[in-house]
């Protein structure tokens, strides 16, 4: 079997979900609980999600020491308890360093044992042993002898921001999870809280633009296809508003020609700094630094930074209106032209701002993901504010 299996697991984890589960909806469930066993629990959680219940069922009644798929299953997405492992070395308090290295013996050859969790008679934590502590342990003392009392844990409900942020500076190789009142219910390694935060993370540039966060770059080419293309129909949507804007404007673009080379100009760089606003609003939330702060305070600090980048940049606009545009007459006054660049480029730019932060804060209140096609939505409301109030001061003054 691991001849078979070895090259399976290789290919799942690198597939989206969906594909994963149809590559593995008809294979025996000794295999594939043994193949999801090799995968990341929070990976494994999500394919067995996926899969239907009868096959669900087949795999769990066949699933290896170690796994916690059943109670993983019943914490939310995105929650310490998704990752869950069975602890492989629980014991009783009361119970004697001999014991607890006879028994260890066995378990040594299936599974490695960072801790021993220590337990009352009610199944709360209330202590935890290194392993190489038993080493120097006399044989006749008891676990609770040896044991550091009070423990450290992360409860299963935890998101993984929350748990990060608690496990950042203690660098446990694994952590004990419990209920509220202490109860044991699994353990988790630092190293799988670290990898999925990771990915995560990493996920998110792909979301900005609409690429789902389960596409991988082996998914086939039809699915990645229905991934993308919704969220490029909606572009394309949006870039015929922009498009309609700069049409109502048609007349005046035929009368000042050298309006239409400051267009993409000005559409830029409101562009840029709107998704700068929208990392730090997204990059905030991903670390919880929202939490306790003025949703209008951090608006507020935006629009003005965006209005003294666009001041900034709109001098140097305006300069080069005025050059491109006394070099032909015809256009009209270019004294006039790069100051109407100038206040369209400082207004647009404060509108940047505080549409890269109100924006994914929007999105989280509908219960969407914050994250997802922001850059769509933002690129079209900056290119419309931007071009619209660029092209209307124009009309207004100058025609």
Request: hydrophobic share 50%.
């Amino acid at each position: 079997m691991p001849q078979e299996v070895n090259p399976l697991l290789n290919q799942v984890s690198r597939l989206d979900t969906q594909t994963a589960v149809e590559r593995l909806d008809l294979r025996d469930p000794v295999e594939v609980a043994a193949l999801l066993a090799g995968l990341p629990p929070a990976r494994a959680i999500t394919i067995l999600s996926a899969l239907s219940e009868e096959a669900r069922e087949r795999i769990l009644a066949a699933a290896p020491a170690g796994t916690d798929w059943m109670d993983s299953l019943r914490y939310p997405e995105g929650s310490v308890g998704r990752l869950l492992e069975d602890p492989p070395a629980v014991f009783r308090s009361g119970t004697s360093v001999a014991t607890a290295v006879d028994i260890l013996r066995e378990t040594i050859r299936k599974r490695m044992v960072t801790y021993l969790f220590v337990v009352d008679a009610g199944n709360h934590l209330i202590g935890v042993v290194a392993f190489r502590e038993l080493l120097y342990a006399e044989r006749t003392q008891t676990l609770d002898q040896v044991m550091l009392p009070s423990p450290f844990f992360l409860e299963p409900e935890t998101t993984l921001v929350q748990a990060m942020r608690e496990v950042v500076t203690r660098h446990y190789p694994v952590y004990p999870v419990c209920e509220a009142d202490g109860t044991l219910v699994g353990q988790v390694r630092g190293q799988t809280l670290f990898e999925q935060q990771a990915f995560e993370i990493s996920a998110q540039a792909g979301s900005m633009v609409g690429v789902e966060k389960e596409e991988r770059l082996a998914t086939p080419l039809m699915r990645s296809f229905k991934f993308r293309h919704p969220w490029l129909q909606i572009n394309l949507l949006t870039v015929f508003i922009t498009a309609a804007v700069v049409g109502i404007f048609q007349g005046t673009i035929d009368k000042i020609v050298v309006l239409a080379m400051f267009l993409p100009v000005l559409g830029g760089q409101s562009g840029n700094l709107g998704c700068q606003s929208l990392a730090v609003v997204l990059r905030g939330m991903t670390l919880g630094e929202l939490r306790g702060t003025r949703i209008a305070a951090l608006i507020a600090k935006e629009a003005t930074l965006g209005l003294l980048n666009g001041m900034v940049t709109g001098v140097l606009a305006g300069i080069a209106m005025f050059i491109v545009a006394g070099r032909h007459p015809e256009n009209g006054s270019p004294i006039y032209l790069g100051i109407i660049t100038m206040v369209a480029m400082s207004v647009s730019c404060m509108i940047a701002g505080i549409a890269g932060t109100t924006i994914p804060l929007v999105l989280r209140r509908f219960g969407a993901d914050p994250a997802t096609a922001s850059s769509i939505f933002l690129t079209t409301i900056t290119d419309v504010c931007s071009m619209g109030s660029f092209l209307s001061m124009v009309t207004w003054l100058l025609l």
